[in-house]
């Protein structure tokens, strides 16, 4: 059994005395400061936390009615003698005078004690979060700490030193004083069945609802802490993950705020101003709130908990009608597969969003300026009025796709649809030549788009009709045909140019050799696990090529609007541990696409085209987090990685393992190869012949700040870094392109939108980088990638079986970072928006080792990235700058 020794105890500790029994607080064995504790406190403590403590209060309690007998039995025999233990002298916290006679481990106890103690005060450092389920406790925590420091100093007498030194010491002197009043034992007591009652309390909830059981955080910053003992770990979740989904409907992002324009959106969303007050629900019709009147029929949609309208077998008869009634919409869930992959029924949803949100932001203005009401309410009716024209498109198109989903099935005998999902033909009712149906000319055209129809259309389209009983050829209407809507166009309204918008009707954009362009007009977003690729890509009138935008939640990319998501990189970091990810960030991952494995394997060689606004891109702090997750790049796109062949190792002409600064161009298969393309202030990048360093004054960005481009080389499974291209690697010179900041159009991207473009042309042996459409650097690809001249840079190479890929056993953080991005099957995928080493927290995060620093996320906003499978001409790279800086550099930032 353990027993306790206050003697003992006090020498150990270099006390002596009773100053030290003062400076705890003793009563009976226990620590005051537990007996103050509140339900509150209690509650965040662990159940064995909890248990134990019972015990100890147990003990006490027994102690302090053993000396009110001795007292009454003292005054009754006046006798001067007291004792707690006659056989040993000695006050025993666990005996058989425990509760229920049971004997406890005090040593697992003790190791569960120091191990909280020692999270709770790790997390009260740092302001950290310890319970998964337990948030904003740190008043409770702060309370806790000093009482438990010293129940854990008392209780490691308790657990078997002073049992060893001095197990027969009697401590009636060191507590005389203490127990001499009857009124101070009898208030203890009270103390302790006030305690009890709120730890039973406690527990009794817990084992009625075990969700109440505090859940410590699976995170390695707790672990020195937590090893040995038998507290159970929950999963660090994100808790931006899912934090919009349950919401019914909701259009809270529109266009970005424009300076010229009257496209005008502040960052909370569709009402513009709704902290001042904002305007009438301008779009009441798409709501979820259902009219008093309503109520009693349950006709209103299922999701709003209504019965819908039902179809039975009598219908069948008007069911042909029906099924090209534009009043009667199926929007039923397995109808929504094909609304959802469709490209032009998505085109049409987004220039409706998009024009919508820009007439709100005139009609703000108006009330804003204090129209009169005559202007306001012809507003709202235009407002109005264009939410029902681009109503009736959707409708129309989705009627085109039920038809062609329902109609061969039910009339033609089919057994399962004739059109895949998102390959449904447009103005085509030709196919109903081979079912026995029979439908009225007019009720086919009524379901076409004219010449007239141009928001949302996408190409040019020959209706053709059928007339099942003839079986005479399809009919055409060659006036009918629609024209373009131009791929990179984004619907706006000019600078004095009220009530009237624009959107081309032809490509402004230069479109040969363009294979995927995202103009980011739809919010869906994607988490790492997820296979769906949802960011339209315009090139194309089918989902080949569509990107997935990553991120927690919508509001986190899109706080500034349409069409210019944030992206902060792959995670986000902890301020108590730089080096652990607190959370999910945001990026785009390009698909695993022949034409993006070729991108820059392609001989005839690649244009990378993109909008970027990078705010605080010259501030060491805000733009770099020099004080905390420190940063020394800015990945725009990357696909580095670490990684090599089984038995390779990278050394030197002595036999060391290389400097990471020192790696030799390897073109083999014995490493892995990769690309890097954005903004840095590591000087080995924008200084010449200079080694790394990760102090910030020596990299600071407003003396030394680039855009550029470089390879990437692994040098073993846990670091990457830049290759070196000195012929015998004496020298820190690096294979790199690189543009200072100073002195050209890039050197704007902090305070407005820029044009990037970076070109690349294997026949020349040429790269060249262009600003705001004007040429500012021309390289050779020869000496930017270090391959033979006129050849492609043919990055990234295979990954390795030992290569980095976010999974539970590389990555510190939420679950949501653990299940990806995960590798492609052949290469490391591209990301825009940050490196994708940077969740690697094993080996430094990103790239690894220990230069280059520790993030790489762009934290920065992007607009109309495109992918051409060719080099853009000067004058191309002018055309597209022209074609959409009406938009971009009007933006509000």
Same mark, same amino acid.
């Given at each position: 059994? #353990?027993?306790?020794?206050?003697?003992?105890?006090?020498?150990?500790?270099?006390?002596?005395?009773?100053?030290?029994?003062?400076?705890?607080?003793?009563?009976? $064995?226990?620590?005051?400061?537990?007996?103050?504790?509140?339900?509150? %406190? +209690?509650?965040?403590?662990?159940?064995?936390? *909890?248990?134990?403590?019972?015990?100890?209060?147990?003990?006490?309690?027994?102690?302090?009615?053993?000396?009110?007998?001795?007292?009454?039995?003292?005054?009754?025999?006046?006798?001067?003698?007291?004792?707690?233990?006659?056989?040993?002298?000695?006050?025993?916290?666990?005996?058989?005078?425990?509760?229920?006679?049971?004997?406890?481990?005090?040593?697992?106890?003790?190791?569960?004690?120091?191990?909280?103690?020692?999270?709770?005060?790790?997390?009260?450092?740092?302001?950290?979060?310890?319970? #998964?389920?337990?948030?904003?406790?740190?008043?409770?925590?702060?309370?806790?700490?000093?009482?438990?420091?010293?129940?854990?100093?008392?209780?490691?007498?308790?657990?078997?030193?002073?049992?060893?030194?001095?197990?027969?010491?009697?401590?009636?002197?060191?507590?005389?004083?203490?127990?001499?009043?009857?009124?101070?034992?009898?208030?203890?007591?009270?103390?302790?069945?006030?305690?009890?009652?709120?730890?039973?309390?406690?527990?009794?909830?817990?084992?009625?609802?075990?969700?109440? !059981?505090?859940?410590?955080?699976?995170?390695?910053?707790?672990?020195?802490?937590?090893?040995?003992?038998?507290?159970?770990?929950?999963?660090?979740?994100?808790?931006?993950?899912?934090?919009?989904?349950? !919401?019914?409907?909701?259009?809270?992002?529109?266009?970005?705020?424009?300076?010229?324009?009257?496209?005008?959106?502040?960052?909370?969303?569709?009402?513009?101003?709704?902290?001042?007050?904002?305007?009438?629900?301008?779009?009441?019709?798409?709501?979820?709130?259902?009219?008093?009147?309503?109520?009693?029929?349950?006709?209103?949609?299922?999701?709003?908990?209504?019965?819908?309208?039902?179809?039975?077998?009598?219908?069948?008869?008007?069911?042909?009608?029906? +099924?090209?009634?534009?009043?009667?919409?199926?929007?039923?869930?397995?109808?929504?597969?094909? =609304?959802?992959?469709?490209?032009? *029924?998505?085109?049409?949803?987004?220039?409706?969003?998009?024009?919508?949100?820009?007439?709100?932001?005139?009609?703000?203005?108006?009330?804003?300026?204090?129209?009169?009401?005559?202007?306001?309410?012809?507003?709202?009716?235009?407002?109005?009025?264009?939410?029902?024209?681009?109503?009736?498109?959707?409708?129309?198109?989705?009627?085109?796709?039920?038809?062609?989903?329902?109609?061969?099935?039910?009339?033609?005998?089919?057994?399962?649809?004739?059109?895949?999902?998102?390959?449904?033909?447009?103005?085509?009712?030709?196919?109903?030549?081979?079912?026995?149906?029979?439908?009225?000319?007019?009720?086919?055209? #009524?379901?076409?788009?004219?010449?007239?129809?141009?928001?949302?259309?996408?190409?040019?389209?020959?209706?053709?009709?059928?007339?099942? =009983?003839?079986? #005479?050829?399809?009919?055409?209407?060659?006036?009918?045909?629609?024209?373009?809507?131009?791929?990179?166009?984004?619907?706006?309204?000019?600078?004095?140019?009220?009530?009237?918008?624009?959107?081309?009707?032809?490509?402004?954009?230069?479109?040969?050799?363009?294979?995927?362009?995202?103009?980011?007009?739809?919010?869906?977003?994607?988490?790492?696990?997820?296979?769906?690729?949802?960011?339209?890509?315009?090139?194309?009138?089918?989902?080949?090529?569509?990107?997935?935008?990553?991120?927690?939640?919508?509001?986190?990319?899109? @706080?500034?609007? +349409?069409?210019?998501?944030?992206?902060?990189?792959?995670?986000?970091?902890?301020?108590?541990?730089?080096?652990?990810?607190?959370?999910?960030?945001?990026?785009?991952?390009?698909?695993?696409?022949? !034409?993006?494995?070729?991108?820059?394997?392609?001989?005839?060689?690649?244009?990378?085209?993109?909008?970027?606004?990078?705010?605080?891109?010259?501030?060491?702090?805000?733009?770099?987090?020099?004080?905390?997750?420190?940063?020394?790049?800015?990945?725009?796109?990357?696909?580095?990685?670490?990684?090599?062949?089984?038995? =390779?190792?990278?050394?030197?002409?002595?036999?060391?393992?290389?400097? +990471?600064?020192?790696?030799?161009?390897?073109?083999?298969?014995?490493?892995?190869?990769?690309? *890097?393309?954005?903004?840095?202030?590591?000087?080995?990048?924008?200084?010449?012949?200079?080694?790394?360093?990760?102090?910030?004054?020596?990299?600071?960005?407003?003396?030394?700040?680039?855009?550029?481009?470089?390879?990437?080389?692994?040098?073993?499974?846990?670091?990457?870094?830049?290759?070196?291209?000195?012929?015998?690697?004496?020298?820190?010179? @690096?294979?790199?392109?690189?543009?200072?900041?100073?002195?050209?159009?890039?050197?704007?991207?902090?305070?407005?939108?820029?044009?990037?473009?970076?070109?690349?042309?294997?026949?020349?042996?040429?790269?060249?980088?262009?600003?705001? $459409?004007?040429?500012?650097?021309?390289?050779?690809?020869?000496?930017?990638?270090?391959?033979?001249?006129?050849?492609?840079?043919?990055?990234?190479?295979?990954?390795?079986?030992?290569?980095?890929? =976010?999974?539970?056993?590389?990555?510190?953080?939420?679950?949501?970072?653990?299940?990806?991005?995960?590798?492609?099957?052949?290469?490391?995928?591209?990301?825009?928006?940050?490196?994708?080493?940077?969740?690697?927290?094993?080996?430094?995060?990103?790239?690894?080792?220990?230069?280059?620093?520790?993030?790489?996320?762009?934290?920065?906003?992007?607009?109309?990235?495109?992918?051409?499978?060719?080099?853009?001409?000067? @004058?191309?790279? %002018?055309?597209?700058?022209?074609?959409?800086? $009406?938009?971009?550099?009007?933006?509000?930032?």
């Amino acid at each position: 059994m #353990a027993s306790f020794d206050l003697n003992t105890f006090l020498n150990v500790q270099g006390n002596t005395g009773t100053g030290l029994v003062r400076s705890l607080g003793m009563s009976f $064995g226990l620590p005051s400061c537990l007996l103050n504790l509140t339900s509150n %406190l +209690l509650s965040i403590l662990p159940s064995s936390i *909890l248990s134990d403590l019972r015990q100890d209060v147990l003990t006490g309690k027994t102690a302090a009615n053993q000396v009110t007998k001795a007292i009454f039995k003292k005054l009754t025999l006046d006798t001067g003698i007291i004792e707690f233990d006659t056989e040993s002298g000695t006050f025993k916290f666990n005996s058989l005078d425990s509760q229920n006679k049971l004997d406890k481990d005090k040593n697992q106890a003790l190791e569960n004690l120091t191990g909280i103690l020692g999270a709770l005060q790790q997390a009260a450092s740092f302001g950290a979060q310890i319970y #998964a389920n337990y948030q904003s406790i740190k008043a409770e925590i702060d309370a806790i700490i000093e009482c438990f420091d010293k129940l854990k100093s008392v209780k490691k007498f308790q657990a078997g030193n002073s049992g060893s030194q001095r197990t027969q010491q009697q401590i009636e002197e060191s507590f005389a004083a203490d127990r001499a009043s009857l009124e101070e034992a009898v208030d203890f007591i009270a103390k302790c069945d006030a305690l009890l009652i709120n730890i039973d309390s406690i527990l009794a909830a817990r084992r009625a609802n075990p969700d109440l !059981e505090p859940k410590i955080l699976d995170c390695k910053e707790y672990d020195q802490f937590l090893s040995g003992t038998t507290f159970c770990r929950a999963p660090l979740e994100d808790p931006e993950v899912g934090a919009e989904e349950k !919401e019914i409907f909701r259009l809270t992002y529109g266009p970005p705020i424009s300076v010229a324009g009257t496209y005008i959106l502040t960052t909370d969303g569709l009402y513009y101003d709704s902290r001042s007050g904002g305007i009438d629900s301008a779009i009441a019709s798409i709501s979820s709130v259902i009219a008093v009147g309503d109520l009693w029929k349950y006709e209103y949609d299922p999701n709003l908990g209504g019965k819908g309208q039902a179809i039975s077998l009598d219908s069948l008869n008007r069911y042909k009608d029906n +099924l090209f009634d534009l009043d009667i919409i199926d929007d039923s869930a397995g109808m929504q597969e094909y =609304y959802d992959q469709d490209h032009f *029924l998505a085109v049409i949803k987004q220039q409706r969003d998009k024009q919508i949100y820009d007439l709100s932001g005139e009609l703000q203005t108006f009330i804003d300026n204090g129209e009169g009401q005559s202007v306001i309410q012809n507003q709202r009716q235009l407002i109005i009025t264009a939410l029902a024209n681009h109503n009736s498109k959707i409708n129309r198109r989705k009627k085109q796709i039920e038809v062609a989903v329902k109609a061969p099935q039910i009339y033609g005998g089919k057994t399962s649809p004739i059109f895949a999902p998102g390959q449904i033909p447009i103005n085509d009712f030709s196919y109903l030549a081979d079912s026995n149906v029979s439908v009225d000319l007019e009720k086919q055209k #009524a379901l076409t788009f004219k010449q007239g129809d141009v928001n949302g259309v996408v190409l040019p389209i020959t209706p053709k009709f059928v007339q099942s =009983y003839i079986k #005479a050829p399809s009919i055409q209407f060659e006036h009918l045909k629609v024209p373009t809507i131009g791929k990179g166009s984004i619907i706006y309204t000019p600078s004095g140019n009220q009530g009237a918008t624009v959107l081309s009707l032809t490509d402004q954009i230069v479109t040969d050799g363009l294979f995927a362009i995202y103009n980011f007009l739809e919010t869906d977003v994607s988490l790492p696990s997820s296979m769906d690729y949802n960011t339209t890509n315009c090139a194309r009138q089918d989902n080949y090529n569509s990107a997935q935008l990553v991120a927690p939640s919508k509001r986190s990319v899109f @706080f500034s609007g +349409l069409g210019i998501p944030y992206l902060e990189g792959i995670v986000k970091n902890k301020s108590s541990d730089p080096k652990g990810a607190s959370g999910l960030g945001s990026f785009v991952r390009l698909p695993d696409t022949k !034409e993006f494995r070729d991108l820059t394997y392609n001989n005839q060689g690649f244009t990378v085209e993109c909008w970027v606004h990078v705010p605080n891109i010259t501030d060491s702090e805000l733009g770099w987090l020099s004080n905390t997750t420190s940063s020394l790049t800015k990945v725009l796109i990357g696909c580095e990685n670490v990684g090599v062949a089984a038995g =390779y190792k990278a050394i030197n002409h002595t036999g060391a393992l290389r400097d +990471l600064d020192y790696l030799n161009n390897d073109n083999g298969g014995q490493v892995v190869r990769g690309l *890097l393309c954005g903004f840095t202030r590591d000087r080995r990048i924008t200084k010449e012949s200079t080694g790394f360093s990760n102090s910030n004054t020596q990299n600071l960005p407003t003396s030394s700040l680039s855009f550029f481009i470089a390879p990437t080389q692994s040098r073993d499974l846990s670091s990457a870094s830049f290759i070196n291209n000195d012929e015998c690697q004496d020298y820190t010179t @690096f294979y790199k392109m690189k543009v200072d900041l100073a002195n050209t159009a890039f050197g704007n991207v902090s305070s407005q939108f820029v044009l990037i473009n970076v070109t690349c042309d294997p026949t020349t042996d040429t790269i060249k980088m262009f600003a705001d $459409g004007s040429l500012v650097a021309t390289s050779s690809i020869s000496n930017v990638f270090g391959v033979y001249p006129k050849s492609a840079p043919n990055l990234p190479s295979f990954k390795k079986q030992n290569s980095f890929e =976010y999974s539970s056993t590389t990555v510190d953080g939420p679950t949501v970072l653990k299940q990806g991005p995960r590798l492609n099957t052949f290469y490391t995928p591209w990301i825009v928006g940050g490196g994708y080493t940077d969740g690697m927290y094993q080996y430094g995060n990103f790239l690894g080792g220990d230069r280059g620093g520790v993030v790489s996320g762009l934290r920065g906003h992007i607009g109309s990235l495109k992918f051409y499978s060719r080099p853009l001409d000067s @004058f191309e790279v %002018l055309t597209n700058y022209n074609a959409q800086r $009406g938009f971009f550099k009007n933006i509000l930032i």
